[in-house]
């Protein structure tokens, strides 16, 4: 058995190589002039089961994972698992409008093609799963990220809006606070409205739990409000830490106390590694 690590989710890779025991396959990968991209297998993974782990985000990891998974079929492995730390494209899981496409259900598709099983983590909804049309299962990072809150003494987790209620709900547990959610609504992709609700936060430590920061317009409506309700220190935590644009600063300057993201896409808020909850998914499934 092999691990190939795809440029995204080296680290991810090397931590489930430690995790599960089972060795990292050497690969190269590397430009033409025209930016095309090069990968090799140097391993021999002939008759092999091999782990392939690589985040689709950007798009172009997206072209990454769809050589490495063809090469790993030309080098005649026995089975290809496909571990995708961050599936992106999951916001897309439905037209909104006429003339749109599922975008999640195409890369889906297109993945499911050269993979006999796909194993991601927190989808942005858990129906994503149904699009690949082979075996697809996903952990939550969920418990990590509350055990890395544990220690900060929050006294309220929130949810931007109901529909992730269930993820604060499940880190207060762990964390032996309170829960609740905001009310939110997009405008469009980079604005959204956070209603004022009377939640009880004043002097409050608080920590906003949310799958995704993307441009980072959710986090720092939600803290701005927070902080007109007289909460005292607002932590921001996300499995998924885009940070598109101007995102840190937004978030900073709307008077965040600390940032924290897992480690599916890498960034300086990466304080939180997915690999065991990965591990664990892969031992059961
Ligand atoms: C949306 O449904 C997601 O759960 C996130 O709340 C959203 O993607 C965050 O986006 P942004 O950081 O751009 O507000």
Redesign the pocket.
Known sequence: MYIIGGTASKTVAEDLSRELHVPLAKTISKRFPDDELYVRILDDISGEDVIIVQTTYPDSNIVELFLLQDAVREAGANKAVVVIPYLGYG?QDKKFEAGEPISAKAIATLISLRANKIITVDP?KEHILDFFTVPAFSCSAIPQIAAYLKNKDIDLVLA??K??LDRAKKASKIMGCDFDCME?T?ID??T?EIKPKNLDVKDKKVAII??????????AQSIKELKKQGARQVFVACTHGLF?GE?VKKISSAGCNEIISTDTIKSDFSKVGIAPCIAELLRKK
Request: aromatic share 0%.
């Open positions: 916001r942005h931007p809006d529909g992730a939110k997009r992709g980079t959204v949310d799958d995704i920061i993307s441009t980072g317009g959710t986090m598109a995102a």
